[in-house]
């Protein structure tokens, strides 16, 4: 069993920074691949970020690429999301999850409770 927390969320003006933080407890986070979600009003879900459980492989959605970087510290249980040049369509309830390296949601099995980020124009 795995549970997450998020944070690091908060209101930003374009092309301003902000680091998420995911903390896992359970013993096992180092055999998880870890994901980001993002969820804004009325649209899907959709994926964000992905790392590999040693962080040697990690993938991005073309929306993001180049502006957040995905990092993971196995020893604190921490997956950290780096999102620079932020632009008002990044504004979403951004979720970390725990499961297969994918970018698929169904391929997570455990997930945290979101934490909202806003960019203002």
């Known amino acids: 069993q795995v549970q997450l927390v998020e944070s690091g969320g908060g209101l930003v003006q374009a092309g301003g920074s902000l680091r998420l933080s995911c903390v896992a407890s359970g013993r096992t986070f180092s055999s998880y691949a870890m994901g980001w979600f993002r969820q804004a009003p009325g649209k899907e879900r959709e994926f964000v970020a992905a790392?590999?459980?040693?962080?040697?492989?990690?993938s991005y959605a073309a929306s993001v690429k180049g502006r957040f970087t995905i990092s993971r510290d196995n020893a604190k249980s921490t997956v950290y999301l780096q999102m620079n040049s932020l632009k008002p369509e990044d504004t979403a309830v951004y979720y970390c999850a725990a499961g297969a390296y994918s970018y698929i949601s169904s391929q997570y099995d455990y997930w945290g409770q979101g934490t909202q980020v806003t960019v203002s124009s």
């Open positions: 790392i590999s459980w040693s962080g040697g492989s990690t």
